[in-house]
């Protein structure tokens, strides 16, 4: 005779008989004081009109007594039953109206009530009960969400206040544990030599055991749980080793034993709010203050007891249907018999099968959809997903870190970013609440007080309807985003971003097959046969080809069941060749709302083309909630990225990088700190500083974990340069930049140097766009200067250079817009350097040429060396610029350059910087009577540059020019160019204005960095 064991609870009028009798529907017997009780392993048959048997697989209670007890006669089995005997009145089956109101649509969240209460359904995955700090966490959680369901209930019609709010709280097993037990099962299939299955059942053990100790105070708390596992312990050795010896695991087997780490953290929290409760209430004396969530019993539910699921033919083993007017008729019956719980704790991932009667599981992951089953089952006014993350982002933000949580989305668009990769939720778990409409919120359960995400009914259907939906969804900066995308017309309905890692493609080609009908459905029946699963379809009209994607690791198989399939074909070159292309990822755009806005489409592919992402192959529905296009693996994050600045769903992010944080880059930097705000607010352009460097050392910006934000530089950023630099590395600090943390990257080259000029074309292609005030590259060969714009078409980058001439003045883009509008330039003259324009301002030949130079050395308007700026080299090279610009093949070695340096005083001739100062009055003589002979025609001396395009000739020199006329008036540092055109001929076109200084030519930058953001898809305006 096997042992039965037996508590008693007596405030419940509850007895409890746990016998070896398993789950194969065995007859079991048993006596107990003379009461004779007899039925199935599985199920409930009647003692009498007042007596029910109901198997559980578990044991809960606080036991007045507990001991072992013969019983009459026992069939012999290894898995235990726990048999519960409780005298109750008979249930009644529900009409089919009661169960249509579970399931009928509710008007309002008021009218969505179960039995006269609100039971609003909380669902806590592994990651929200990892330790014992995560169950007292999920605790405080439901204490302050109690308040919140409260509230948001408002009396139901013709009532004088609103029904009371209860909690059913759906828990996942502890992270890690369900891993840990199929691990377990297979060590014991595979008789694995490294790791034993009993070693991986033992930490299990004290995993729980420590959880149990940690978690619950009292021994009275504790022992039951600790019994509980103890017991199951041993069913799992009995189960794995029958696995071990018989080296496999029915499907029966394994959802059995995966099972375990729903019940055991079930019971866990359900003991941890019992011992608080009963604390409180203890305290409170009856607990008159208690919400009315937290106030009644809390009650233990094994899923297994209420939820039948089936399996559903042609889909694989794990994805399971729904029985609902059997679960719906089994849940009624058990809250029949607890209808005074406030708050049910119930095991998530497991069910009962439909046929066989055996514990079954709703697939990995499969707690959020027990959780929306018994949302369904009690008409819940919310369903909340309680999670690690804050709710569905608008892209993955591990790969897009400006992602944004998204507050509303509607059932479809959640159902294709769930497809679609998108881990937040389970594909299958919105199925049982969309007919009836119940909201369901994905909340972090360590951030409680951030709303989350609302999963709900779809928006209107029109387009005015789906931009103020857009529009009312405000997503990020305070609702600014909203407003500037509704302010902008664009990007109304689209939600988010997601992709599919591990593609392969497969394409079928051949002229032979235009007009052949079946050539598709045996592609298709091939790969049925095969058993791959296609993930994407594309076909052109032409029926010249037919695309197909695949998961990654089915690549080859179906390769050669397609070629098997069409060896025929093949053979007679009706179908020219079955091409497999590896490593391809899928990015989806999603939206439900996009099919009422023109322009959806070419933006995204615009947004892709401009980030250097070719396209292998799109895939795009009527309902148009979907559009998908198929890229190269490592183009994936790039692709992403890209797609998602140009809609706005997060800022249209550059990655910047400074070379040369002194006057003009220093200045730069704290321009762009200053207007960063703004224009990331009004325009969307968010310019993230996140390299500099000088000659010696770099700054490498990494975000949060250097306690710096990409961008976030303050005023004292040249300390924190001092404090924190790092030897330069030149191409670590470009492949910082250009890293794909941003969709976009550019260079701001600030210094003077030849060396990085002539890195220009390798940063091109690489895809770093750059802007810069340096003119080393521009004035290299004519072969280096060719290959740079070579590498622009390339890889589609900019390269912007308004401040190689003139600074801040628009030189440079009038040049372009005069020749993009069909005019000819016939001369070019200029004032190109503020030094030599100061100088030659002030020099008349009434004061000495060298007193005029120490004057402007003083006031620092010359090089510190001024034979830089005498020499006429720096005006010569923006001669070479400009002449270039307009089509002339010049070299820097063809200028006439008139230089003011004497041929004695010059750097080649050795002479140091204060001997050159020391002996410069020696020279006065020479431009004193040229300066008087000027002034005696009424004409003063001017240091210009000219591009003479017809005579094909460029020059730097001194020239006289006429008081009166537009370079004779000029003063200070001014610089001025003169265009004179086909169409400015009689009256040329002049721009003038400040020409040198550190602020105007850090902002000829700045205005050179949104120019790159307008060409890379920022709005212009």
Same mark, same amino acid.
């Given at each position: 005779?096997l042992?039965?064991?037996?508590?008693?609870?007596?405030s419940?009028?509850v007895?409890?008989i746990q016998?070896?009798?398993?789950?194969?529907g065995?007859?079991v017997?048993?006596?107990?004081g003379?009461?004779?009780l007899?039925g199935?392993?599985?199920?409930?048959?009647?003692?009498?009109?007042?007596?029910?048997?109901?198997?559980?697989?578990?044991f809960?209670?606080?036991?007045c007594f507990?001991g072992?007890?013969?019983a009459?006669a026992?069939?012999?089995?290894?898995?235990?039953?726990?048999?519960?005997?409780?005298?109750?009145?008979?249930?009644?089956?529900?009409?089919?109206?009661?169960?249509r109101?579970?399931r009928?649509?509710a008007?309002?969240v008021?009218?969505?009530s179960?039995?006269?209460?609100?039971?609003?359904?909380?669902?806590?995955?592994?990651s929200?009960?990892?330790?014992?700090?995560c169950?007292?966490?999920v605790?405080?959680?439901?204490?302050?969400?109690a308040?919140?369901?409260?509230?948001e209930?408002?009396?139901?019609?013709?009532?004088s206040r609103?029904?009371?709010?209860?909690?059913?709280?759906?828990?996942?097993?502890?992270?890690?544990?369900?891993?840990?037990?199929?691990?377990?099962?297979?060590?014991?299939?595979?008789?694995?030599?490294?790791a034993?299955y009993?070693?991986?059942?033992?930490q299990?053990?004290e995993?729980h055991e420590?959880?149990?100790?940690?978690?619950?105070?009292?021994?009275?708390?504790?022992?039951p749980f600790?019994a509980?596992?103890?017991?199951?312990?041993?069913d799992?050795q009995?189960?794995?080793?029958a696995?071990?010896?018989?080296?496999?695991?029915?499907d029966a087997?394994?959802d059995?034993?995966l099972?375990?780490?729903?019940?055991?953290?079930?019971?866990?929290?359900w003991?941890l709010?019992?011992? @608080?409760?009963?604390?409180?209430?203890?305290?409170?004396g009856?607990?008159?203050?208690?919400?009315?969530?937290t106030?009644?019993?809390?009650?233990w539910l094994?899923?297994?007891?209420?939820?039948v699921?089936h399996?559903?033919p042609?889909l694989p083993?794990?994805?399971?249907?729904i029985?609902?007017?059997?679960?719906?008729?089994l849940?009624?019956?058990w809250?029949?018999?607890h209808?005074?719980?406030?708050?049910?704790v119930?095991?998530?991932?497991?069910?009962s099968?439909?046929? @066989?009667?055996?514990?079954?599981?709703?697939?990995?992951?499969?707690?959020d959809l027990s959780?929306?089953?018994?949302?369904?089952?009690v008409?819940?006014?919310?369903?909340?997903?309680?999670?690690?993350?804050?709710g569905?982002y608008?892209?993955?933000?591990?790969?897009?870190?400006?992602a944004?949580?998204i507050?509303?989305?509607?059932?479809?668009?959640?159902?294709?970013?769930a497809?679609?990769?998108?881990?937040?939720l389970?594909?299958d778990?919105?199925?049982p609440?969309?007919q009836?409409?119940?909201?369901v919120?994905?909340?972090?359960?360590?951030?409680?007080e951030?709303?989350?995400?609302?999963i709900?009914p779809s928006p209107?259907?029109?387009?005015?309807?789906?931009?103020?939906?857009?529009?009312?969804?405000?997503n990020s900066h305070?609702?600014k985003?909203?407003?500037?995308?509704a302010a902008?017309?664009?990007?109304?309905?689209?939600?988010?971003?997601?992709s599919v890692r591990?593609?392969?493609?497969?394409?079928v080609?051949?002229?032979?097959?235009?007009g052949?009908?079946?050539i598709?459905?045996r592609?298709?029946?091939?790969?049925?046969?095969?058993?791959?699963?296609?993930?994407?379809i594309?076909?052109?009209?032409?029926?010249f080809?037919?695309?197909?994607?695949?998961?990654?690791?089915?690549?080859?198989?179906?390769a050669e069941?397609?070629?098997?399939?069409f060896?025929f074909?093949?053979a007679?070159?009706i179908?020219?060749?079955?091409?497999?292309?590896?490593?391809?990822?899928i990015?989806?755009?999603?939206?439900?709302n996009?099919?009422?806005q023109?322009?959806v489409?070419?933006?995204?592919?615009?947004s892709?083309?401009?980030a250097?992402?070719?396209?292998?192959a799109?895939a795009?529905?009527?309902?148009?909630?979907n559009?998908?296009?198929v890229?190269?693996?490592?183009?994936?994050?790039?692709?992403l990225r890209?797609a998602?600045?140009?809609?706005?769903?997060?800022d249209?992010?550059?990655?910047?990088g400074?070379?040369?944080?002194?006057l003009?880059?220093?200045t730069?930097?704290d321009?762009?700190?200053e207007?960063?705000a703004?224009l990331?607010?009004e325009?969307?352009?968010?310019?993230?500083?996140?390299?500099?460097?000088?000659?010696?050392?770099?700054?490498?910006?990494?975000?949060?974990?250097?306690?710096?934000?990409?961008?976030?530089?303050?005023a004292q950023?040249?300390e924190?340069?001092q404090a924190?630099?790092?030897?330069l590395?030149?191409?670590?600090f470009?492949?910082?930049?250009?890293?794909?943390?941003?969709p976009?990257a550019?260079?701001?080259?600030?210094?003077a140097?030849?060396?990085?000029?002539a890195?220009?074309?390798?940063?091109?292609?690489?895809?770093v766009?750059i802007?810069?005030p340096?003119?080393?590259?521009?004035?290299a060969?004519?072969?280096?200067?060719?290959?740079?714009?070579?590498a622009q078409?390339a890889r589609?980058t900019?390269?912007?250079?308004?401040?190689?001439?003139?600074a801040?003045?628009?030189?440079i883009?009038?040049?372009?817009d005069?020749?993009?509008?069909?005019?000819a330039f016939?001369?070019?003259?200029?004032?190109?350097?503020?030094?030599?324009?100061?100088?030659?301002n002030?020099?008349d030949?009434?004061?000495?040429?060298?007193?005029?130079?120490?004057?402007?050395?003083?006031l620092?308007y010359?090089?510190?060396?001024?034979?830089?700026?005498?020499?006429?080299?720096?005006?010569a090279r923006?001669?070479?610029?400009l002449?270039r610009?307009?089509?002339?093949?010049v070299?820097?070695?063809?200028?006439?350059?008139?230089?003011?340096v004497?041929e004695?005083?010059?750097?080649e001739?050795?002479?140091s910087?204060e001997e050159?100062m020391?002996?410069?009055?020696?020279?006065?003589e020479?431009?004193?009577?040229l300066?008087?002979?000027?002034?005696?025609e009424?004409?003063?001396l001017r240091y210009?540059?000219?591009?003479?395009?017809q005579?094909g000739?460029?020059?730097v020199?001194?020239?006289?020019?006429?008081?009166?006329?537009?370079?004779?008036?000029? @003063?200070?540092s001014d610089?001025i160019?003169s265009?004179?055109?086909?169409?400015y001929?009689a009256?040329?076109l002049v721009v003038r204005?400040?020409?040198?200084?550190?602020?105007?030519t850090?902002?000829?930058?700045?205005?050179?960095?949104?120019?790159l953001?307008a060409?890379?898809g920022?709005p212009s305006?």
């Amino acid at each position: 005779m096997l042992p039965t064991r037996v508590s008693y609870s007596d405030s419940a009028g509850v007895a409890w008989i746990q016998t070896p009798v398993g789950v194969g529907g065995r007859p079991v017997t048993g006596r107990r004081g003379g009461l004779v009780l007899q039925g199935r392993g599985r199920g409930r048959t009647a003692l009498s009109s007042r007596l029910h048997l109901r198997q559980s697989a578990g044991f809960w209670g606080t036991p007045c007594f507990s001991g072992t007890q013969p019983a009459a006669a026992v069939s012999p089995s290894h898995t235990p039953s726990l048999w519960k005997l409780q005298a109750s009145a008979a249930p009644t089956v529900p009409s089919d109206a009661a169960m249509r109101q579970g399931r009928d649509r509710a008007s309002s969240v008021a009218e969505r009530s179960y039995r006269g209460a609100h039971y609003f359904v909380h669902k806590f995955g592994g990651s929200s009960l990892a330790d014992a700090s995560c169950f007292h966490q999920v605790t405080r959680v439901l204490e302050s969400v109690a308040v919140a369901d409260q509230a948001e209930v408002q009396p139901a019609a013709g009532s004088s206040r609103p029904l009371p709010c209860r909690a059913i709280v759906v828990v996942s097993a502890v992270a890690g544990v369900t891993n840990a037990l199929e691990e377990a099962l297979q060590c014991a299939v595979s008789r694995d030599r490294d790791a034993h299955y009993l070693e991986k059942l033992e930490q299990l053990r004290e995993q729980h055991e420590s959880l149990a100790r940690t978690l619950l105070s009292s021994a009275e708390a504790r022992q039951p749980f600790l019994a509980t596992l103890s017991s199951a312990m041993t069913d799992l050795q009995d189960l794995l080793r029958a696995a071990y010896i018989s080296r496999s695991a029915s499907d029966a087997v394994k959802d059995l034993v995966l099972g375990y780490g729903e019940l055991w953290s079930a019971q866990l929290l359900w003991a941890l709010l019992r011992e @608080q409760r009963s604390g409180r209430e203890s305290q409170d004396g009856s607990g008159g203050n208690a919400s009315a969530a937290t106030t009644g019993s809390v009650a233990w539910l094994d899923a297994r007891n209420v939820i039948v699921a089936h399996r559903i033919p042609n889909l694989p083993p794990e994805r399971k249907g729904i029985d609902w007017p059997a679960s719906q008729r089994l849940f009624d019956e058990w809250m029949g018999q607890h209808a005074s719980a406030g708050t049910i704790v119930v095991t998530g991932f497991i069910a009962s099968d439909s046929e @066989q009667h055996m514990p079954t599981t709703l697939g990995r992951n499969g707690s959020d959809l027990s959780a929306s089953i018994f949302a369904r089952l009690v008409h819940s006014p919310a369903c909340t997903i309680w999670t690690d993350v804050d709710g569905v982002y608008s892209a993955d933000p591990r790969a897009v870190p400006d992602a944004v949580v998204i507050p509303r989305v509607s059932f479809k668009e959640a159902a294709e970013l769930a497809y679609f990769g998108a881990k937040v939720l389970h594909p299958d778990t919105l199925a049982p609440v969309l007919q009836t409409g119940i909201p369901v919120r994905i909340r972090n359960t360590f951030r409680p007080e951030r709303s989350g995400t609302e999963i709900g009914p779809s928006p209107p259907k029109n387009a005015d309807a789906a931009a103020a939906t857009d529009a009312a969804d405000g997503n990020s900066h305070d609702g600014k985003l909203a407003a500037r995308k509704a302010a902008l017309g664009i990007t109304a309905g689209v939600k988010g971003f997601t992709s599919v890692r591990d593609i392969s493609v497969l394409n079928v080609e051949g002229a032979g097959m235009i007009g052949v009908p079946g050539i598709a459905g045996r592609a298709f029946s091939a790969l049925y046969e095969a058993d791959v699963s296609v993930v994407l379809i594309a076909q052109a009209s032409s029926e010249f080809s037919i695309c197909l994607a695949v998961p990654g690791r089915d690549g080859d198989r179906a390769a050669e069941a397609l070629r098997r399939a069409f060896r025929f074909e093949l053979a007679d070159g009706i179908i020219n060749s079955i091409e497999l292309i590896p490593q391809c990822s899928i990015v989806a755009m999603v939206g439900e709302n996009m099919q009422f806005q023109p322009g959806v489409s070419s933006r995204l592919f615009a947004s892709l083309a401009k980030a250097g992402v070719n396209i292998r192959a799109i895939a795009q529905g009527s309902s148009e909630h979907n559009i998908s296009v198929v890229v190269f693996a490592s183009d994936e994050r790039q692709a992403l990225r890209a797609a998602h600045a140009a809609f706005y769903l997060g800022d249209h992010a550059i990655s910047v990088g400074i070379l040369g944080p002194g006057l003009v880059g220093g200045t730069l930097v704290d321009q762009i700190r200053e207007q960063r705000a703004k224009l990331r607010d009004e325009s969307g352009v968010d310019f993230r500083i996140r390299a500099v460097a000088n000659r010696t050392h770099m700054l490498l910006l990494r975000g949060a974990e250097d306690g710096v934000s990409d961008g976030d530089l303050d005023a004292q950023w040249r300390e924190l340069f001092q404090a924190r630099g790092e030897p330069l590395q030149m191409d670590r600090f470009v492949a910082h930049v250009n890293d794909g943390t941003l969709p976009h990257a550019v260079v701001a080259d600030c210094t003077a140097s030849e060396e990085i000029g002539a890195r220009y074309v390798e940063w091109l292609r690489a895809g770093v766009n750059i802007v810069t005030p340096n003119k080393r590259a521009n004035t290299a060969s004519m072969e280096y200067y060719h290959a740079l714009r070579e590498a622009q078409r390339a890889r589609n980058t900019h390269f912007f250079y308004e401040a190689n001439v003139g600074a801040g003045l628009p030189i440079i883009t009038s040049v372009r817009d005069l020749l993009r509008t069909g005019d000819a330039f016939l001369t070019i003259e200029g004032i190109f350097s503020g030094t030599l324009s100061y100088i030659f301002n002030e020099f008349d030949g009434s004061r000495p040429f060298s007193e005029i130079v120490q004057r402007a050395k003083e006031l620092g308007y010359t090089e510190p060396d001024p034979r830089e700026d005498l020499a006429g080299m720096d005006v010569a090279r923006k001669v070479v610029i400009l002449g270039r610009e307009v089509g002339l093949r010049v070299e820097l070695s063809d200028i006439a350059v008139q230089s003011l340096v004497p041929e004695s005083l010059s750097q080649e001739s050795g002479v140091s910087i204060e001997e050159f100062m020391r002996r410069l009055p020696e020279h006065d003589e020479q431009l004193g009577q040229l300066a008087s002979e000027a002034r005696q025609e009424g004409k003063v001396l001017r240091y210009v540059g000219v591009v003479d395009v017809q005579a094909g000739r460029c020059a730097v020199e001194l020239r006289r020019y006429p008081a009166t006329h537009p370079f004779g008036s000029l @003063q200070g540092s001014d610089n001025i160019v003169s265009f004179r055109t086909v169409r400015y001929d009689a009256q040329p076109l002049v721009v003038r204005g400040p020409g040198a200084g550190a602020a105007v030519t850090a902002a000829g930058v700045f205005a050179d960095l949104l120019r790159l953001a307008a060409h890379l898809g920022a709005p212009s305006g």
